[in-house]
């Protein structure tokens, strides 16, 4: 082994090692990146690092990622949400199990008007945990069924994972948004499946919301609530991905209509104040100065790696693996779904795929395929117990009597359904492949 491929297996293990310490991604990024750029070539190296920067930055797609964030974060500090679910959850109600799929609707919703896994899993155990249990609802399931839907906005466009990974596989934001429909829409229709057999099988469970409760509220106050909290934000998210799917507006377009839309349904629906709008402003410079930044320090991470041939160390795994490129992309998924235990989806998109990327790109895998296979899978890693993400995120907003022992066992069938559509866009790409092909992109 020679001494740059010993400095490259020394600068992932310095990176791991820091990540769990405690040090903060960005910082762990750069300072991985200098020590060990330094210690196998000099500081000359670096001199590229400033044109590297320069192209990262003044990128004009970028611009989507604040201008759809802003979107998100408007119509989650609105409250909307609130409304949303009441409203849903009373249309789906008289189901076993109606709450349950309506919390998946209002998940699919938020998931692609917020696409922040974080504020989507908090917003839904605040608001819907409680009343689940109150309603007789298992804590599991229940538990289950928000930090599943909670995750969808990982995958539902306008994902911000999906504009990270146009750029990394150097395809363009249409594509992926049109790719991710139909598995995004799968998985959705997998989670109502099974509550619907839970709903069958042990209608105990999932009980209904009580017929006492339902005719307070008439059907045509209901109606008048639908079509002025939920058809709204439908609209708004079919205007700004039908536009970039359909060809007629760049993402950054689409982005910017979406962000004022986003301030006219929430004046529409009487949400809109000044400190809404401060609020959200605040939250879309902290959110997008934070991913800028990780995409900055992983530039010098980046260089250091290809100066150090790491991309040779990772040909030789790739050749050491039986198989063929099945066994590849197996093992691919595998790494980005353990990696999701101990770091975030913005880390793995620019450290882990940027490594395997070129070994795909030789062997001719398609990759739109390949990114929703990823896509699924970094979703699929945000749940797995014990160290998932939305677990961390709901039982910081649990009451007390649910247990860590219920969200585990909870989220355990949901994360096999992710598994099942992992496998099933594996076996079938054209899930992933159909629509772009359909619409010319």
């Keep these: 082994m020679s001494g740059d491929e010993i400095l490259v297996l020394l600068m992932l293990a310095a990176f791991f090692a820091l990540l769990m310490m405690g040090v903060p991604v960005a910082l762990t990024l750069a300072t991985t990146g200098f020590v060990f750029g330094a210690l196998g070539f000099g500081f000359d190296l670096f001199n590229l690092i400033p044109a590297r920067i320069y192209g990262v930055v003044a990128n004009y797609q970028w611009l ?6 802003f979107m998100g974060v408007m119509l989650e500090k609105s409250r909307l949400a609130d409304d949303l679910l009441d409203v849903v959850g009373h249309l789906a109600g008289g189901l076993r199990g109606g709450m349950a799929i309506g919390i998946i609707a ?19 155990g605040l608001l819907t945990l409680p009343t689940l249990l109150k309603r007789g609802y298992h804590p599991g399931i229940a538990c289950g069924a928000i930090c599943a839907s909670g995750t969808l906005g990982q995958i539902i466009p306008p994902s911000l994972i999906l504009i990270l990974l146009s750029d990394i596989l150097q395809l363009s934001v249409g594509t992926l948004f049109a790719a991710a429909v139909i598995p995004g829409m799968l998985l959705a229709a ?12 042990k209608p105990e469970l999932v009980p209904p919301i009580p017929i006492e409760e339902r005719d307070a509220v008439s ?21 700004v991905l ?27 629906a009487g949400r809109f104040s000044f400190n809404v709008l401060r609020e959200t402003c605040q939250s879309t410079a902290k959110i997008t100065a934070m991913m800028m930044f990780i995409l900055i320090c992983a530039q010098v991470f980046a260089l250091s790696f290809r100066g150090l041939h790491g991309e040779d160390l990772i040909n030789d795994l790739f050749e050491f693996l039986p198989g063929g490129v099945n066994t590849d992309i197996l093992f691919l998924i595998l790494l980005i779904f353990v990696l999701g ?33 990823i896509c699924i899978t970094m979703q699929t890693s945000f749940l797995t117990p014990p160290f998932g993400w939305a677990l961390f995120f709901l039982r910081g907003v649990a009451p007390p009597e649910v247990t860590t022992r219920h969200m585990y066992m909870g989220v355990i069938p949901f994360v096999a359904m992710q598994m099942l559509a992992v496998l099933l866009v594996f076996l079938f790409p054209q899930l992933a492949l159909w629509l772009p092909k359909a619409i010319g992109w």
Excluded at 190 to 201: A, D, E, N, S
Excluded at 343 to 363: N, R, T
């Design 341 to 373: 235990f101990f770091i975030e989806w913005i880390e793995i998109s620019y450290i882990a795929v940027p490594l395997f990327l070129p070994i795909f790109a030789q062997q001719g895998v398609d990759l739109v395929w390949l990114g929703m296979l």
């Design 219 to 239: 059907r045509r106050e209901l109606w008048t609530r639908f079509f002025k909290v939920v058809v709204p934000p439908v609209l708004l998210v079919m205007a």
């Design 242 to 268: 039908g536009s970039i799917i359909g060809g007629v507006a760049a993402p950054t377009e689409a982005a910017s209509m979406g962000a004022l839309g986003a301030v006219l349904v929430t004046a529409f």
């Design 190 to 201: 997998i989670y109502c499946t099974y509550i619907i057999v839970i709903g069958m099988v």
């Design 64 to 69: 989507a990622i604040p201008l759809f964030v």
């Design 106 to 124: 209002v998940g699919v919703l938020m998931g692609a008007t917020t696409g922040i896994v974080g504020a989507t899993v908090i917003t839904l």
